[in-house]
């Protein structure tokens, strides 16, 4: 399978506890994005990395919000002290940096914080 | 503030017809426009794509028209099939920054009737 690649696909959490999610893109992609998706709305934009450098963070990606992508391949974002309002899909996507390049998206991983 | 918005939130449609989906946007920086058709638990899937220099792509049965004066772009289904039954999300980005991050709308859920 060459596509990109989220894990876990669930994780249920209490609140307080923290919790780490992977992302493997695909393989020749040197760019890659963290979203989140709440119900009923679009996904929405939280971080992106070209290569290992992370370029740019949402506003939405509060303190307790940290991702890394070591050595430029797969990611991690990691949640400290989650809260309920943290439950969502979390997606991630990878594209190629140059020309009409379009987004491709993991399955996700949803979060449920009780 | 919705900068892309999608303001049907669902279409129903008999199998055979034509399916038309609505996006409408609002940052004048938009030059990239994708469609992603989403099944439940599912991450978003790439459908079709439109540069700000075209006003018509096609694929298949897939076409999207863009009308830059009007800031609209539209997705035709034709025929319509059982299958394509799902949430589709119009998306744009800003492909002139160095983040070609995407912006979407909440989605709109496609039912086709057999």
């Known amino acids: 399978d060459t596509g990109v690649s989220q894990d876990p696909r669930h994780k249920i959490t209490k609140r307080g506890q923290n919790v780490t999610f992977r992302c493997d893109p695909i393989?020749?992609?040197?760019?890659l994005y963290w979203y989140r998706q709440t119900l009923g709305q679009g996904p929405e934009f939280l971080t992106y990395?070209?290569?290992?450098?992370?370029?740019?963070k949402s506003r939405l990606l509060s303190d307790r919000f940290s991702a890394e992508r070591p050595k430029g391949s797969f990611s991690t974002l990691e949640i400290q002290r989650t809260e309920q309002g943290d439950s969502a899909m979390y997606l991630c996507?990878?594209?190629?940096?140059?020309?009409?390049?379009?987004?491709?998206f993991g399955q996700g991983t949803r979060l449920t914080v009780v | 503030d919705q900068q892309v918005k999608q303001n049907s939130p669902s279409l129903s449609v008999q199998e055979g017809r034509i399916s038309i989906l609505n996006c409408d946007y609002t940052?004048?920086?938009?030059?990239?426009f994708l469609w992603y058709k989403k099944y439940p638990a599912e991450g978003p899937t790439f459908l079709i794509s439109?540069?700000?220099?075209?006003d018509k792509n096609e694929d298949g049965r897939f076409t999207v028209f863009l009308n830059k004066s009007a800031k609209h772009l539209s997705l035709h289904i034709v025929p319509s099939q059982p299958g394509d039954s799902a949430v589709y999300f119009c998306?744009?980005?800003?492909?002139?920054?160095?983040?070609?991050?995407?912006?979407f709308g909440k989605g709109i859920t496609l039912s086709v009737r057999p």
């Open positions: 996507a990878s594209s190629l940096q140059s020309g009409n390049t379009e987004a491709f």
């Open positions: 393989s020749e992609h040197n760019r």
């Open positions: 990395f070209q290569n290992e450098a992370q370029l740019e």
């Open positions: 940052n004048s920086m938009f030059d990239y």
């Open positions: 439109i540069s700000s220099i075209k």
């Open positions: 998306a744009a980005s800003a492909r002139t920054g160095a983040n070609s991050k995407l912006t």
